[in-house]
Structures are given as C-alpha cells and as structure tokens.
C-alpha cells in the first residue's frame, strides 16, 4: 500500500532561516520533502509537550525537532530543554504502545546546510517504514 | 507542600476508557508548583486521553480546566459551570482533591490521575525531596530543625543506627543520614549536649495510628 507519512518539523528559527530564502524555493531544489510541513519557532526551547502532542492529534504520522547544538544554542540551553521535551513525548507514546520513534530531537548547524534535508529524508523513510499514526 | 507524580498513563485510560465526556481537573496548588498537576499538566494529560482512547477505537470528548485549590469547598463549587458538560473527572490534584470531589459531589464520578507521594520541598529544579511525615507531634526543636521520623528510613527517635556509614544511610545510600545530618547540626549551634536528654515515649496516636484525622479551630469556625 502506498503511503506519504504527514511529518511536522519545528525548526529552530536560526537552524531554519535559510529555508526561507528565495521564498522557499531553495529547499525545493535541494530536494526537502515536500511531506514534512515545516514551523519555525523562535527558539525550540519555546515549545511546549503540548504542541507536539497536539501534531500527533492533528493527524501527524511522525514528528521531529531540529535545534541547535547543544553546545552552541542561540539562547544557551534552549535546543537541551527541547530535547527533554521530545523525550517527554517518546516516553508518553511508549506508555501508550505506539513506536517511540515517530518523534525524534536532531541538533544541526545554523543555516541549510545538506544534513538538513538529510534528517528530513530520514525521518520521512522512518515514518514510511512505521506505517500511519495509530491515533 | 504536598508532592504527586502522574499515574502510569495505562492506568488512567482504563480509568475512564467507558467515558465519553471527560473533565480534566487541575488544581492550582501545590501539584501546580511540583508540576504534577497544573495547568500544563491536565492539558497534556487531556491530549494524552484522547490519543489513548483513539488509539483503542474510542472517542471521547476530553477537555481541561482548573480550579484554585481543589481542597476548598467553595473552589469545588465552581465545577458547577461546567455541569452537564462531563460524565467523569479525572483530577490531577492531590488525594485530597480527589476525596473532596467526591464527598461534594456524590453524583460524580471522579478519578485520581495522580500518585500523591509525599509532604516535602524543591532540592532542585525538578527534584523534590521528603521533608515532613505530618506525624501529628513534631520533634523538630529537639532535632535542630531537622526530622528524624521523615529523613530517617526507620523513624527513629534515638539515632543513628548501627547503619550509617560515613554521614549515609544503610537503606539508601544515596541519603545523608539525618541523625549524623542532627549531629552536626547541633555541634555547630552548640547545642549537641541538648541530644543527650531523655525523651519521653513518644505519642504516635497523633500520627496515622489514630485513625483519620480531623483538627477544628473554634476561633475560625462560623458557629
């Protein structure tokens, strides 16, 4: 059966600020898929359990984060505190049987550098292998 | 204040898994401040239900709200606006939220989404420690400020036992022993030599042995 997962990406406004960049044609050329539904945020440490959770309620197959290096956060510890928050979230899937997985934290470079479409393609073969959000 | 950590999520969807129409009631209290049981929390643990129920084939309406303290009778009234609105409340209050839905709302049925654990304060962010056993007689003026029948792992009112080693408890050791915790404490205020006294058999009527307990203060009474 074929299956496009529904993926959304919360993106660092900084890790992300090149993906608007010729009003977002330039992921296009390098290939970003076009499944994963993009929200940049300020910070990544501005997001709260609920939103993620609420992805997954919005008919999400697979969730990620992308923040900055732990080591070199804009705002310090703002991409750590997302972390923790996505762990959060795989711990409450797994309380509910569902593969923890379908949320995942990466910590890339500033700027659209290819690892960020990388992840997206990875995440986007991990979903399909997964199959649809049992929710 | 009292401390709560939320029930395993299985436990919880079993709970209400033949709802329809759920309230989740958080209390803005002390499970607020321990972030267990706020505003935050029952909004998670609302979206949590439905994706639980969803998952296993049911739908539910779930939608969360909050009161000021859910050990009030006149903050349990205000569950009032939203009657005919729900056919069970989940609480994320403490166990006495919980009982005082219930005995103010006999019609009602309610659940714990919460293991209330202990009396205690914030060590660090996001670690709480257990600092008060609500025993009824506190021994604290005897003990520097610091209580043996709740730090120590054997309530003892005469210690330490044979079982600390190097200022650690033998049962946790990762616990400082609290009667080596007194000692010191006492030496430092030059008061060790009060650790010396007798003291009387102690009265444990006033802790849970007695049954529950129930403490009426005739100048705040309406009467």
Known sequence: MSFTPDIRLFSCHYTSQQSCADQGRELQQVHFPENVKMTRVVCTGKLEEITLLKAFEDGADGVYVVGCPPDGCHNVKGSQRAAKRVQAVRSALGELGVEKDRIKMFFLQRGLHPEFVDVAQEMTEQITALGPSPF | ?223
Not at chain 2, 45 to 50: E, K, M, V, Y
Not at chain 2, 90 to 97: E, N
Not at chain 2, 111 to 116: E, G, I, K, V, Y
Not at chain 2, 136 to 149: A, E
């Open chain 2, 1 to 223: 204040m009292i401390i709560a950590e939320r029930k395993p999520l299985a436990e919880i969807i079993e709970m209400v898994q033949d709802c329809t129409k759920i309230l989740v009631l958080a209390c803005r209290g002390c499970v607020t401040v321990c972030s267990a049981g706020g505003e935050r929390e029952a909004e998670i643990l609302a979206s949590l239900i439905r994706l639980g129920l969803k998952k296993a084939g049911k739908h539910a309406e779930v939608f969360d709200a909050s009161l000021v303290r859910q050990c009030d009778k006149e903050y349990i009234e205000e569950i009032d606006q939203f009657k005919g609105q729900y056919d069970a409340i989940v609480s994320t209050a403490c166990g006495v939220g919980v009982n005082f839905i219930a005995n103010l709302r006999p019609q009602d049925n309610v659940f714990p989404a919460l293991n209330t654990t202990f009396l205690g304060g914030s060590a660090e962010q996001g670690v709480w420690t257990e600092q008060c056993a609500g025993c009824g007689d506190c021994v604290l003026h005897f003990t520097g400020g610091l209580c043996p029948v709740a730090r120590c792992a054997k309530s003892l009112m005469n210690g330490p036992c044979g079982g600390s080693v190097d200022g650690r408890c033998e049962i946790h050791p990762e616990v400082d022993c609290v009667w080596q915790m007194i000692y010191d404490r006492m030496g430092r205020l030059q008061r060790q030599e009060e650790l010396t006294a007798s003291a009387p058999i102690r009265d444990w009527s006033t802790a849970r042995h007695g049954g529950p307990r129930k403490q009426v203060r005739g100048d705040l009474t309406v009467e």
